[in-house]
């Protein structure tokens, strides 16, 4: 794993202040930012581009999402310690290691099997309790559920229902669920203790596709 040097923690502080300011307000989650080093999840020629507030490609086609996204909806979440998170979509495994910095146990899925074989092989140098799994995230983890929390980070074409079923009563789900005009609204999803669902839509935002069954495209 590359080094986190002083320079990489200098870089990472003035970008967590960045998203303060941007109106990210949970301290865990900021305090999770300031923490990992997102750098890692770059290749070591685009460090420049690490603590910068925007996305980014990681091959594979995929990219690693914003930093004010993963933090808005690590906000969003409400997580708190040892909860269990389902998160679809596990990319470059930056998202994943935030939750887990906060104290959540994380179980993340991919699709594309030559970025979940390169992220599985980097996660294990975190000492992060991060599960990672191969397969179609639409599907979710009957095995491990139910899930205090599930986490979208690709764009929903719909609400998943064999996702709602994983979730526990009072579980909160976080998805950017498509719209008309091929944005995603952010939508947030808490399953009552009486099985309702309540629903909270929040900003406009642009994901990847959440496809349908593995894959190397
Ligand atoms: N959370 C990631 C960002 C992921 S980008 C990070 O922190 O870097 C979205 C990811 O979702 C891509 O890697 C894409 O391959 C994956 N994906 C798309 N559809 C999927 C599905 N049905 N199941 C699992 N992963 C999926």
């Known amino acids: 794993m590359q080094a986190d040097t002083y320079r990489h923690k200098g870089m990472r502080l003035k970008m967590t202040e960045l998203l303060r300011n941007k109106g990210i307000s949970d301290e865990s989650v900021l305090c999770a930012i300031n923490v990992v080093p997102r750098h890692v999840f770059l290749d070591s020629s685009f ?3 690490a603590y910068q507030d925007t996305a980014f490609p990681i091959g594979s086609g995929q990219t ?16 708190k ?32 099997r030559n970025l979940f074989l390169k992220t599985k092989a ?14 179609d995230g639409n599907k979710g983890l009957p095995t491990y559920s139910p899930f205090d929390r599930i986490i979208i980070t690709a764009a929903a074409p719909e609400i998943p229902e064999i996702l709602i079923d994983q979730l526990k009563p009072n579980g909160i789900m976080v998805l950017p669920l498509n719209d008309d005009n091929n ?28 496809l349908k069954e593995i894959g190397n495209d």
């Open 47 to 49: 460090v420049e581009f």
């Open 64 to 79: 690693i999402s914003q930093p004010s996204t993963v933090a808005y909806q690590s906000q969003l979440l409400m997580v």
């Open 81 to 112: 310690k040892d909860m269990k998170i389902l998160e679809i979509g596990t990319g470059s495994g930056y998202q994943a290691c935030v939750l887990a910095q906060m104290g959540a146990k994380v179980f993340t899925i991919e699709r594309q």
């Open 122 to 135: 980097l996660l294990t140098e975190f000492p992060y309790h991060i599960k990672t799994f191969l397969g």
């Open 183 to 210: 944005e995603q609204k952010m939508l947030r999803i808490t399953k009552n203790s009486d099985g309702s669902l309540s629903k909270e839509e929040f900003g406009n935002f642009r994901f990847v596709p959440m």
